[in-house]
């Protein structure tokens, strides 16, 4: 029988003090450990990237109703194939208009495609960098853009530019500890 | 004829020759191979120790065969939250169908999908009559299809939102972040 013998004496006609440790169920916990953790093991790790629908909330009488300046708002075109337009907005005045060129690095690996727009991701960073409202860690509003598509756009070209849109990051204080959070709420565009 | 001393004959009696080769001495080698259980256990421990570390209970949720998701680096992990799956024309919300998309598909425009909005509705109503007094969180995640066309996409996002969950969250397959804004790291 596999074991293992831990020798500590036990000379002299005095009972052994010898211990055996057995094997053999050893190697059968690992093993069993193991098959467990390989068939429930996940190779392909799901995630999620958040949109929000901007609906209002329901409104409350007891609160007066102040009047604010409307904030800057980043508008995303991506209706062009050969360039994305970027439009700062606030309220219904158009602050600035950029261009930034398309270009589509399409990946199909085992039919899962991938498509990343670093240049878009680039430019909206320093975009936001420059006339993003909402930077400092104990803000707990966030800057807000708008995904304008057409309606043929496949749905892997809306998640690339999304993505790139998600690239800045800002601090965010979560009950006290700074974390990386990214920069713009995302929602689409309805026309 | 000449009388000669006779040789060795010890454990002439033993039956089974590969036995007889074996107390004897002489002859092949052995068929037992040892095996150390020290590196045996080493590795097996690491092993377990690696699957335990890589372990997730969270993201496991299956795709549908067939269907491919886009893959995207700037994620969050999934939370529970109803999940409405979009693949071909088909839709599902938690595995139960609700509609197909073959209308928006054809008239290329956007509009509410009504069985889903139902489905979402009823939804909202169960969570609120199991947690009275509890703000709802208005969460759905949507697995669509990385060749659906966007006016689909745009028209379960509106439904969802008409139906109570203005928090919608696109379900994909998370790739490393590179730190070079979709870059791919050389």
């Known amino acids: 029988m596999a074991g293992v013998n831990v020798e500590s004496g036990g000379h002299g006609g005095r009972r052994s003090v010898d211990s055996e440790i057995n094997m053999i169920p050893m190697i059968d916990l690992l093993m069993v450990t193991i098959s467990f953790l390989l068939i429930t093991a996940v ?50 005045q158009t602050i600035t208009t950029i261009d930034v060129p398309r270009k589509d690095k399409l990946e199909v690996t085992n039919g899962f495609k991938e498509i990343r727009y670093p240049e878009l991701a680039a430019k909206i960073e320093s975009e936001w960098k ?62 | 004829m000449a009388i000669s001393e006779p040789g060795r004959r010890l454990m002439h009696d033993v039956q089974l020759k590969f036995v007889q080769k074996k107390v004897k001495g002489g002859g092949g080698h052995g ?90 509705k009823g939804k909202r109503e169960v969570w609120k009559q199991l947690h009275p007094g509890k703000d709802f969180p208005g969460v759905v995640v949507l697995q669509i299809d990385q060749d659906v066309p966007a006016v689909v996409v745009k028209s379960a996002f509106q439904t969802a939102a008409f139906a109570g969950f203005p928090n919608v969250s696109f379900m994909v397959n998370s790739i490393p972040k590179s730190g070079t804004g979709g870059a791919k790291a050389e």
């Open chain 1, 43 to 92: 190779w392909s790790h799901m995630a999620r990237i958040n949109a929000d629908a901007q609906v209002p909330g329901p409104p409350r009488p007891d609160e007066p109703i102040e009047k604010t300046e409307p904030e800057k708002v980043l508008h995303v075109e991506m209706r062009s194939p050969e360039k994305f337009v970027l439009i700062w907005k606030q309220g219904a």
């Open chain 1, 130 to 191: 420059s006339v993003g409202s909402h930077r400092a860690g104990s803000d707990k509003k966030f800057d807000q853009a708008i995904l304008h598509t057409d309606n043929e756009t496949q749905y892997v070209y809306v998640i690339g530019v999304i993505d790139a849109i998600y690239h800045p990051k800002r601090d965010f204080d979560l009950k006290g500890r700074p974390e990386k959070v990214p920069a713009f709420n995302v929602t689409f565009s309805v026309n």
């Open chain 2, 31 to 120: 068929v037992n191979a040892s095996l150390s259980l020290t590196s045996m256990i080493d590795f097996l421990v690491v092993t377990v120790v690696f699957l335990l570390m890589t372990f997730s209970a969270s993201g496991e949720t299956p795709a549908p065969a067939g269907m491919h998701m886009p893959k995207a680096e700037n994620t969050l992990d999934m939370i529970d939250a109803p999940i409405v799956s979009i693949n071909g024309s088909q839709i599902l919300v938690d595995g139960t169908a609700a509609g197909n998309t073959r209308a928006i598909e054809d008239s290329k425009r956007l509009q509410r999908i009504d069985e889903l909005f139902n489905m979402l």
